[in-house]
C-alpha cells in the first residue's frame, strides 16, 4: 500500500540528506516532498521503500545506477555506534533507505528518530 511519508521517515530522511554533497543532494532535496511510502520492514526496524511519480520530478543526473548517498551512524549513550541509517538511489531517484543494527537487538527507526531528531524528544 502506497501512502504519504509518515513523519518519523521524513525527519530521519531529511537529516540523513544533509550530508550529501551539492549537487546530487539539492536534486534529492527535491524530491522528497514528491516521496510516498510504498513499503515498510516487516520486522519493524522502519526500513522504507519509496514510491515517487518521476514525472514530477528530476533524477539527479550524476547518480546512476543502486548508490548510497546518505550513511549516517547512530550514537548510543556512551558514544558508541549502535546504528545506522543509510539512504539508496536508483538511477538519480531516491529509492529507499535502511535502519540497521550495530549491537542491539530491535534497534528500530524510532531508536534512531529519538538520537538523531533531539527536537523531537518528549521529556
Given at each position: ?48 521503500y519509496f514510491s515517487l511519480d518521476a ?26 555506534t549502535v546504528g545506522q541509517v543509510q ?23 524510532a531508536d534512531a528518530h529519538r538520537r ?8
Amino acid at each position: 500500500m502506497i501512502e504519504a511519508l509518515p513523519d518519523d521517515v521524513a525527519h530521519v530522511l531529511d537529516l540523513a540528506m544533509c550530508f550529501v554533497a551539492a549537487p546530487s543532494g539539492i536534486q534529492l532535496g527535491m524530491q522528497i516532498r514528491h516521496l510516498r511510502a510504498q513499503k515498510r520492514c516487516a520486522c519493524g526496524c522502519g526500513s522504507t521503500y519509496f514510491s515517487l511519480d518521476a514525472e514530477t520530478v528530476a533524477p539527479a543526473p550524476a547518480l546512476t545506477g543502486t548508490q548510497v548517498v546518505g550513511d549516517m551512524e547512530v550514537f548510543g549513550a556512551k558514544q558508541e555506534t549502535v546504528g545506522q541509517v543509510q539512504v539508496f538511489t536508483e538511477d538519480g531517484y531516491l529509492a529507499w533507505f535502511e535502519v540497521c543494527s550495530w549491537n542491539e537487538e530491535g534497534f528500530t527507526l524510532a531508536d534512531a528518530h529519538r538520537r538523531l531528531c533531539p527536537c523531537h524528544r518528549r521529556g
